[in-house]
């Protein structure tokens, strides 16, 4: 594993000593919320320990301990779901339990309905799109209303340039890819390789862009994460969907262009999940 | 122009250092500290756009200007951290980083050393404004993405040459066995002493009688939490 680090310019000692350091925090605020009245200050506090479990499960993907990172991102996800924050699904991605959010999530959808423009912003809906799209190759689906998904579709194609997240992806990138397992939803029938172009293209042009600061590279001391969870929580809803269809996720990646360093991030961590 | 508060974490220096700057120097940026006597001639000099882009992406590369020493052994810049300070802002990308937790994790290098947090102002015009030293540089609006970047440290404002006493409100002091303890106890990290020891540092000069001062997010959790 160090040498897989020292490859990638990281430092095992210091991914260790931030990984704690972020889940200490993150505990202590949690420890805190039993005597939290609702406001913003319960907000920020919910979202401060969400941001810190999140980055040290993402240090501990980087760190190949994937248990203690599961057992992180469903704390992320607890703090995300108690901010009503879709974003929980993108953290529920990464665990071994099945999503237990569907109390949440109805909750959820229901407020969405009734509240269209919304408490949070209405990008944010496109997680649930994701998971939804996603999650109907599984067999079974959290989400009964299609027409409702329809919905939040046609809201969501007026954001197609709004950016998503760390990285800020394009939406319309994300509903392309949602396009492609669900063609009832669109029909401009892009191949999983055209589908895939921009998130593994965004991703591996930050991570080129992101290591040439080797100051702030060695330190991960940048929003942008070389086990970034925007990107791999994407992935491996994907990765999920084709093992279903008897794919390989990293067979598709292979014929990518990437940077070594971005290739051994993306191969390393997809490997740890299949 | 926005008065910004920021928080400076310096790691390894005594209390003695820690006073200097809190009422005598200020933060002094790593250039005026290498040359002890500051040539102003120099400033415009180095208060460059090129400068700037190797403070905050080559800090630690070799300067071809410099006889290939280290870049930051002479930078006129000095980082400073205001965290995310718009709520909305972690709607759209999901992560909230307070200014004292991260100038915390950066001070003490995630709690490996002791270290000091300066709570500070600087001014902001708004705009670039790389060849003014009086005015700081908000690296999230110089970028894409509606004034965030991927690629920067989080809330970072890069104030020039020195950060004086009359804008630096008070010091933190944070040594590694008090983290340890709150951490092992599940408590939200406590510095273990605040300089001045009494309120108000007698060379600050509060923001108070201006406007727009736009503060960073508390490390306060609770209604009752005792003050530092």
Redesign the interface.
């Known amino acids: 594993m160090e040498e897989y680090l020292e490859a990638l310019r990281l430092d095992a000692d210091t991914i260790v000593r931030d990984r704690d350091f972020c889940a200490d925090i993150a505990r202590a605020y949690e420890a805190t919320l039993t005597q939290q009245e609702n406001g913003d200050m319960r907000d920020d506090t919910l979202a401060v320990l969400a941001t810190n479990f999140r980055r040290a499960a993402a240090h501990s993907l980087l760190l190949d301990d994937l248990s203690t990172a599961q057992e992180l991102f469903v704390n992320a996800a607890r703090a995300y779901e108690r901010l009503e924050s879709p974003y929980a699904l993108i953290m529920r991605s990464f665990t071994a339990q099945a999503p237990s959010y569907r109390p949440r999530l109805e909750e959820q959808l229901r407020r969405q309905w009734e509240e269209r423009a919304s408490r949070y912003f209405p990008f944010q809906s496109i997680y649930i799109l994701l998971v939804y799209s996603i999650g109907r190759y599984e067999g079974t689906t959290e989400f009964a209303d299609p027409e409702y998904m329809r919905n939040i579709w046609e809201d969501l194609e007026a954001y197609r340039a709004h950016p998503v997240g760390i990285l800020g992806l394009p939406l319309g990138s994300y509903l392309d890819l949602i396009g492609y397992f669900d063609e009832g939803l669109s029909r401009r029938g892009f191949s999983i390789e055209e589908s895939l172009l921009p998130f593994i293209n965004g991703y591996n042009t930050a991570v080129r862009q992101a290591i040439q600061d080797r100051y702030h590279w060695r330190r991960l001391a940048l929003p942008f994460h070389p086990a970034e969870p925007d990107i791999f929580g994407v992935l491996l809803l994907v990765q999920s969907a084709l093992i279903r269809k008897e794919q390989s996720l990293i067979e598709v990646v292979r014929t990518f262009p990437l940077a070594s360093e971005s290739r051994r991030l993306l191969n390393g961590i997809l490997r740890s999940y299949s | 122009m926005i008065i910004q508060q920021v928080i400076k974490g310096i790691g390894d220096i005594s209390r003695d250092q820690a006073e200097d700057i809190l009422y005598r120097t200020g933060i002094l940026c790593t250039w005026w500290r290498e040359v002890t006597y500051l040539p102003m001639v120099e400033v415009p000099q180095r208060l460059t756009e090129r400068n700037l882009f190797w403070h905050?992406?080559?800090?630690?590369?070799l300067d071809p200007l410099e006889n290939d020493q280290p870049y930051?052994l002479r930078t006129p810049f000095i980082s400073t951290t205001a965290g995310t300070v718009e709520?909305?802002r972690?709607?759209?990308?999901?992560?909230?980083?307070?200014a004292w937790?991260e100038a915390l994790?950066?001070g003490t290098?995630?709690?490996?050393r002791n270290a000091y947090l300066f709570y500070c102002y600087v001014f902001i015009i708004g705009k670039k404004a790389v060849g003014h030293y009086s005015f700081a540089e908000e690296v999230r609006e110089l970028n894409?993405?509606?004034g965030?970047?991927?690629?920067?440290?989080?809330g970072e404002i890069t104030a020039k040459i020195v950060i004086p006493p009359a804008q630096i409100e008070k010091a933190e002091f944070w040594t590694v066995d008090q983290i340890k303890e709150?951490?092992r106890n599940?408590?939200?990290?406590q510095p273990f002493e605040v300089l001045p020891p009494l309120p108000p540092n007698p060379s600050f000069i509060p923001p108070d009688d201006y406007n727009n001062v736009r503060k960073v997010?508390s490390r306060?959790?609770?209604?009752k939490e005792v003050p530092t």
Do not use: A, C, M
Not at chain 2, 90 to 98: K, S, Y
Not at chain 2, 109 to 112: E, I, P
Not at chain 2, 220 to 223: D, F, G, N, S, W
């Open positions: 905050q992406n080559r800090y630690e590369d930051h709520r909305r972690f709607w759209r990308t999901n992560i909230l980083n307070p937790l994790r950066f290098n995630s709690g490996k894409i993405y509606n965030y970047s991927p690629f920067q440290p989080e709150d951490r599940n408590r939200v990290p997010l306060k959790v609770l209604p």
